[in-house]
């Protein structure tokens, strides 16, 4: 029973007046109880319908829902829906959660470090060389403090292993995973190109570099870098040609089917297919670079303006007062906020930038350079501006020309007779009314690269790739060469049928003798009356074939200069089933050796300052990575 009391000698309107809610109550059943005002530390539970004191220990609310339980039937239903429905929505409007407590095997498990044989600790540790290969960092990073903490926060059940067990176990598997990958991937090739260069690290050790061309069943083309090698033999000739060959043997690649080898113009280079008896492309950017040198080298006029805008700068590269002092007169004169640009000698095109960008900035450079009396003597004058905007006006267009050639995810080697053909009939076509150096350097580059392009090799071998691109196909040949390049591509298209058909045959034959165990005599058939008639109408020769393909394909309208030719082969292969295995053969090619240096920026950034220790042995599979 509840302990109830009286009220002490009070009305019942002055109760009802002075009662006050219970201070940070939260219960529903306070709705119906209160305490005197003058109850400063509310002790005394007073009901709000009779008056009556309750008792309450330590404000327990259970004896408060048992007064209304026995008293007030009426109040105790309101207070039991409104503490039903207080407890739902309270479940729902965000309350803090219920926590369980682990049970003893749970939280033993949860403190257990991975198995290393379990699939979750496999998975971490391939991530992570996965990322150390992709992102090319050194392997020494796994045990700085840093990169600890984050994998421990990520998952505190790993324990990750050493530097030891990536370089010797991780990353070599994940080497063969790719090679094997790769491998499996060209075994069947029909026809492919490759690009090579030789590079030296910052550690000053040699390294020869083979990427492979091709196109795939889907008529996308591929690159492959198949190696990075230590080559730290005597660079001659013949050297390099038994490396290649061994390089080709390594990967199963067939000899036969290398179509062609763009490489830069080292005489090294050179003799070393010329002794493995390889075709080969001169890779376009080196040549274009050649042609650059030898147009300016004796000129003294061009010298001395090069070497003033090496000096200039070279002034603001040193000093961060003059580059201040730049950008507040860029600022001033309302020009662009450009830094200059330093010039790499093995690219042709940094110097025209560079020579771009001080013609830019000249109003700038000068008021700098005026400003300090130590640095007056480098200002440029106005014969050298002139020599300056010359060089510009002749060489600027050339550049376009080296980037667009130099990609390896699209066709690039049907597009240098093209080219070719542009500079000699627009953009270094002289002018008749015009002399002076900008003329002289046009000619001069002109002269060379024609020289250079009337090589019958490598004439016919662009002039093939031009005929199987659907965009020019014979816009740039004479009739006579059209009647040549048309011979060629018939020859070879029948060479290539059969060899395939040699192929299957020798492939059908070996399949019998494996699978055949004793000999079976055949009854010979008779021949019906009809087998006379096949034998006198045979089919159209293979030539005629041919033919008819060629004149199809001469007949169809050239493709928009803009689109895809591998994409029209793939629509079109159907229609010309022999041409387009040549269109295979020949647009594989790349016109430039960036491919092999692409390679070599990427050993660059492996062996690198933190990594200058890296074994040369594996140097090879870590730009693998790459792949």
Not at 35 to 57: E, G, L, N, P, Y
Not at 157 to 180: A, H, I, M, N, W
Not at 222 to 235: G, I, K, Y
Not at 460 to 482: I, N, V
């Amino acid at each position: 029973m509840s302990e109830v009391s009286e009220p002490d000698g009070e009305t019942e309107a002055a109760v009802e007046v002075t009662l006050v809610p219970k201070r940070g109550g939260t219960s529903v059943i306070w709705n119906w109880f209160g305490f005197k005002s003058s109850d400063t530390k509310q002790t005394s539970v007073i009901c709000k319908v009779c008056r009556c004191v309750v008792t309450a220990r330590g404000g327990n609310t259970s004896n408060l829902f048992h007064h209304l339980k026995n008293t007030h039937a009426r109040e105790y239903e309101e207070a039991t829906r409104a503490k039903t429905s207080a407890s739902g929505t309270s479940s729902t409007s965000g309350a803090r959660p219920k926590t369980t407590q682990l049970s003893l095997q749970a939280s033993f498990t949860a403190a257990t470090p991975y198995d290393k044989s379990s699939k979750k600790w496999k998975d971490i540790t391939r991530a992570i060389a996965l990322y150390i290969a992709k992102d090319m960092v050194p392997i020494q990073t796994i045990e700085r403090d840093g990169f600890r903490y984050v994998v421990h926060t990520l998952d505190s059940r790993y324990e990750l292993p050493g530097r030891k067990f990536f370089s010797q176990k991780c990353l070599p598997e994940l080497y063969t995973e790719v090679r094997d990958r790769v491998m499996n991937e060209i075994r069947h090739l029909e026809a492919y190109s490759a690009t090579t260069d030789l590079w030296s690290s910052r550690t000053t050790e040699p390294y020869i570099s083979l990427t492979i061309h091709f196109i795939d069943d889907d008529w996308k083309l591929r690159s492959r870098c198949l190696q990075t090698a230590f080559f730290p033999e005597d660079h001659t000739g013949a050297i390099i040609a038994l490396g290649l060959k061994d390089a080709l043997s390594a990967w199963g690649l067939d000899e036969a089917r290398l179509v062609c080898m763009t490489t830069d113009s080292g005489a090294n280079m050179v003799r070393a297919l010329e002794i493995n008896k390889w075709t080969r492309l001169a890779c376009f950017g080196h040549r274009l670079h050649n042609a650059i040198e030898r147009s300016v080298q004796h000129d003294s006029r061009v010298a001395r303006a090069t070497g003033m805008c090496k000096k200039v700068v070279s002034t603001f590269s040193y000093s961060w007062k003059k580059k201040n002092a730049l950008t507040s007169a860029q600022r001033e004169l309302n020009l662009p906020p450009h830094k200059l640009i330093t010039e790499s000698p093995t690219r042709w095109g940094s110097r025209v930038k560079m020579m771009e960008r001080v013609l830019e900035q000249e109003k700038a450079i000068t008021q700098v350079l005026a400003a300090d009396q130590k640095s007056r003597h480098l200002l440029p004058t106005w014969q050298d501006i002139d020599v300056l905007e010359a060089i510009t006006k002749a060489l600027k267009p050339l550049q376009d020309f080296t980037d667009a050639l130099s990609g390896e995810e699209y066709v690039s080697v049907s597009y240098v007779k093209p080219v070719l053909h542009l500079l000699n009939s627009n953009i270094l076509k002289p002018e008749e009314d015009k002399a002076g150096l900008c003329e002289d350097i046009k000619k001069r580059v002109l002269d060379y690269l024609n020289e250079k392009y009337k090589d019958p090799a490598t004439d016919e071998l662009l002039s093939m790739a031009t005929f199987l691109d659907p965009r020019f196909k014979t816009t740039y040949m004479s009739p006579e060469k059209l009647e040549e390049v048309r011979s060629r591509v018939a020859t070879e298209t029948k060479a290539l049928e059969e060899k395939t058909a040699t192929d299957a045959s020798s492939t059908e034959d070996q399949s019998e003798r494996e699978t055949s165990t004793a000999p079976v005599q055949l009854k010979k058939p008779k021949h019906s009356l009809g087998s006379f008639f096949k034998k006198c109408s045979s089919a159209p020769p293979k030539q005629q074939g041919i033919d008819m393909e060629l004149d199809g394909y001469l007949l169809m309208a050239t493709a928009d200069s803009d689109s895809d030719p591998l994409e029209w082969w793939r629509l079109q292969c159907s229609h010309f089933p022999r041409i387009s295995r040549l269109a295979k053969k020949y647009l594989c090619i790349p016109a430039t050796s960036s491919p092999s240096e692409r390679a070599f920026s990427t050993g660059g950034n492996i062996v690198t300052s933190s990594r200058a220790s890296l074994k040369p042995e594996n140097v090879g599979w870590c730009s693998w990575q790459r792949t």
